[in-house]
């Protein structure tokens, strides 16, 4: 079975501060990794994937992301925080080769930015 | 326009009613599905299609119905709403041709149960 667990509900950081956002994961097979952002009174949107190419994910926007199979983490990083990042991420798995269908999205966590 | 329309994007309604939620898509996917989502729970998956003739339960079925009318078109059905049934759905589609499939969310309908 596969899950996905987000640490903290909400994170609030200052305009131009890192931003983290926490990630793990349960597989018992080869996963493929998600970032997913909602916009306010928007459907979710593909922020990055991560399908075994790279462990480093450069997604839209300027997020990234590392896969550690050690810590079997996939956390969700922005060097600067802007206004505009404001939103729901949520972090989803599924197993390599297999359909949308099997995609196991975590709880979400909310992004507020400070002025 | 968007890719992925759902219509009402608001619905108020009451127990024991009966409603449907719309889903129609300009992507050419075969591939569509049902979410809802909960605070704190994510998005869990009701129901979804790999082609219209092909229909099938996710993880949370129980009260819904679906049908897929034609390749563009999924609707959703709750034969007699209830309260727990209130939350904001989802159609997303999915392009089967590429190896990991990325979803395409419409922007949701929010639904009440009173």
């Known amino acids: 079975a596969q899950s996905v667990t987000q640490l903290g509900s909400h994170v609030s950081v200052s305009e131009g501060a890192l931003v983290l956002l926490r990630c793990n994961y349960s597989s018992s097979v080869p996963p493929y990794l998600f970032w997913y952002v909602q916009y306010p009174n928007q459907g979710l949107q593909l922020l990055l994937k991560y399908t075994s190419a790279a462990t480093l994910v450069k997604g839209i926007n300027g997020f990234e992301a590392e896969f550690k199979k050690s810590e079997t983490s996939f956390h969700l990083t922005k060097p600067s925080a802007h206004m505009s990042d404001a939103a729901e991420y949520f972090c989803a798995v599924s197993q390599q080769y297999s359909s949308a269908s099997k995609i196991i999205f975590g709880s979400g966590t909310r992004l507020s930015i400070r002025p | 326009d968007a890719d992925v329309t759902q219509t009402p994007r608001n619905r108020i309604t009451k127990t024991g009613k009966r409603i449907m939620l719309e889903c129609s898509q300009t992507?050419?996917?075969?591939?569509m599905y049902w979410y809802r989502q909960d605070p704190g729970l994510g998005l869990r998956l009701i129901y979804y299609?790999?082609?219209?003739?092909?229909?099938n339960k996710g993880e949370i079925s129980d009260g819904y119905s679906v049908s897929r009318q034609a390749q563009a078109k999924f609707s959703l059905s709750l034969e007699s709403a209830i309260p727990n049934q209130t939350a904001l759905y989802f159609c997303?589609?999915?392009?089967?041709?590429?190896?990991?499939?990325?979803?395409?969310f419409g922007s949701g309908t929010q639904l009440s149960v009173l």
């Open positions: 992507k050419g996917h075969d591939r």
């Open positions: 299609s790999f082609d219209v003739k092909d229909i």
């Open positions: 997303a589609t999915s392009d089967a041709g590429t190896r990991e499939e990325k979803l395409f």
